[in-house]
């Protein structure tokens, strides 16, 4: 038995076939960083936004997609792809533009899935019921998803953090998404300060109780050009030990619905202008650890889901 739902499960029981994502880097921006809706940002994020690992935006989409799918087809041995719009927020464009930039990846061979990642403020019922119309006239089928950033459901750290929205704005844009049948993935940081494990439990409870398609996990890594990465240096800001970060994936994917798929449970982190990054392990090898203790433990996805559809009443049902 699987320890847990991967992402990569998800996708084969979606699409018949192993399927991957083709990153690709947008020239857009974010509005909690241009002035809009905010400055400066949130405090862990760099000049880079999420996008040191994707191709510069000054090739076009087609040239990222191509190039990305010969490179990932011929190493997966894969013929179906996700155009994964990665870097900052990407439905933070006129419409219009986000329109060609979407047809150009339609226009891909094997595109089955174009996903936008965002942040919840920038959904609305107008982009969304176009981006679908557009979809189905260019290519019927091609599914569309959200990766939204809610990094925590405290909303208290969300402010700290300069976030710019708080949960509100996430049950919003999720109920837009389900309206028009658009997927919904979320990112989550289980590790920012400011954040305890009742909150990590509260991550699981929400979006198990809200019932999104999958979550996609990070560990907070500092950089130097960054708000939290002042604070870092002036000895202001303390990081929680890797084995409390285990714990917390353990706890979380205990309390997660085990419908929900994860796509990670931490990511790679960039070393270059990195202050703490992984608690200078490589990602695999923590992902290891927490797979290996929860083997130890008997633990698994879902094993404390038993929270929702009236828990009180149970004590009622005959047996
Ligand atoms: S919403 Fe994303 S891109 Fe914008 S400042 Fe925050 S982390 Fe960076």
Same mark, same amino acid.
């Given at each position: 038995? %699987?320890?847990?739902?991967?992402?990569?499960?998800?996708?084969?029981?979606?699409?018949?076939?192993?399927?991957?994502?083709?990153?690709?880097?947008?020239?857009?921006?974010?509005?909690?960083?241009?002035?809009?809706?905010?400055?400066?940002?949130?405090?862990?994020?760099?000049?880079?936004?999420?996008?040191?690992?994707?191709?510069?935006?000054?090739?076009?989409?087609?040239?990222?997609?191509?190039?990305?799918?010969?490179?990932?087809?011929?190493?997966?041995?894969?013929?179906?792809?996700?155009?994964?719009?990665?870097?900052?927020?990407?439905?933070?464009?006129?419409?219009?533009?986000?329109?060609?930039?979407?047809?150009?990846?339609?226009?891909?061979?094997?595109?089955?899935?174009?996903?936008?990642?965002?942040?919840?403020?920038?959904? %609305?019922?107008?982009?969304?019921?176009?981006?679908?119309?557009?979809?189905?006239?260019?290519?019927?089928?091609?599914?569309?998803?959200?990766?939204?950033?809610?990094?925590?459901?405290?909303?208290?750290?969300?402010?700290?953090?300069?976030?710019?929205?708080?949960?509100?704005? !996430?049950?919003?844009?999720?109920?837009?998404?389900?309206?028009?049948?658009?997927?919904?993935?979320?990112?989550?940081?289980?590790?920012?300060?400011?954040?305890?494990?009742?909150?990590?439990?509260?991550?699981?409870?929400?979006? %198990?109780?809200?019932?999104?398609?999958?979550?996609?996990?990070?560990?907070?890594?500092?950089?130097?050009?960054?708000?939290?990465?002042?604070?870092?240096?002036?000895?202001?800001?303390?990081?929680?030990?890797?084995?409390?970060?285990?714990?917390?994936?353990?706890? !979380?994917?205990?309390?997660?619905?085990?419908?929900?798929?994860?796509?990670?449970?931490?990511?790679?982190?960039?070393?270059?202008?990195?202050?703490?990054?992984?608690?200078?392990?490589?990602?695999?090898?923590?992902?290891?650890?927490?797979?290996?203790?929860?083997?130890?433990?008997?633990?698994?996805?879902?094993?404390?889901?038993?929270?929702?559809?009236?828990?009180?009443?149970?004590?009622?049902?005959?047996?």
């Amino acid at each position: 038995m %699987s320890l847990y739902y991967p992402y990569s499960a998800y996708l084969k029981n979606k699409y018949g076939k192993k399927t991957y994502k083709l990153p690709v880097n947008l020239p857009v921006s974010c509005p909690n960083r241009d002035g809009n809706l905010g400055t400066g940002g949130c405090a862990f994020c760099g000049e880079e936004g999420a996008g040191f690992e994707t191709l510069p935006a000054e090739f076009t989409v087609r040239e990222q997609l191509e190039k990305n799918r010969h490179y990932i087809g011929e190493k997966y041995g894969t013929e179906l792809f996700i155009a994964y719009f990665q870097n900052f927020s990407n439905t933070y464009l006129p419409l219009e533009k986000l329109k060609d930039f979407i047809r150009e990846s339609l226009e891909i061979e094997g595109i089955v899935e174009i996903s936008l990642s965002t942040r919840p403020d920038c959904v %609305s019922e107008e982009y969304m019921g176009e981006i679908k119309k557009l979809i189905s006239k260019v290519k019927p089928g091609v599914n569309l998803s959200l990766e939204m950033g809610l990094q925590t459901v405290n909303y208290h750290t969300l402010s700290t953090l300069n976030r710019g929205h708080t949960l509100a704005e !996430f049950i919003d844009a999720l109920q837009v998404a389900r309206k028009y049948g658009i997927e919904v993935g979320t990112h989550l940081i289980l590790n920012l300060p400011g954040d305890d494990m009742l909150d990590v439990m509260e991550n699981a409870r929400i979006l %198990s109780a809200l019932k999104v398609d999958n979550v996609k996990l990070h560990a907070l890594y500092i950089r130097e050009d960054t708000e939290l990465g002042r604070k870092y240096l002036k000895g202001l800001l303390k990081m929680i030990s890797l084995d409390e970060y285990i714990e917390r994936v353990i706890t !979380f994917l205990e309390y997660l619905d085990p419908g929900i798929a994860v796509q990670r449970l931490l990511g790679r982190a960039p070393e270059e202008k990195s202050l703490f990054a992984n608690w200078d392990h490589s990602w695999w090898k923590i992902q290891d650890m927490i797979l290996k203790e929860m083997e130890r433990r008997g633990s698994f996805q879902g094993k404390k889901f038993n929270y929702l559809n009236g828990k009180a009443l149970r004590k009622f049902q005959k047996r």
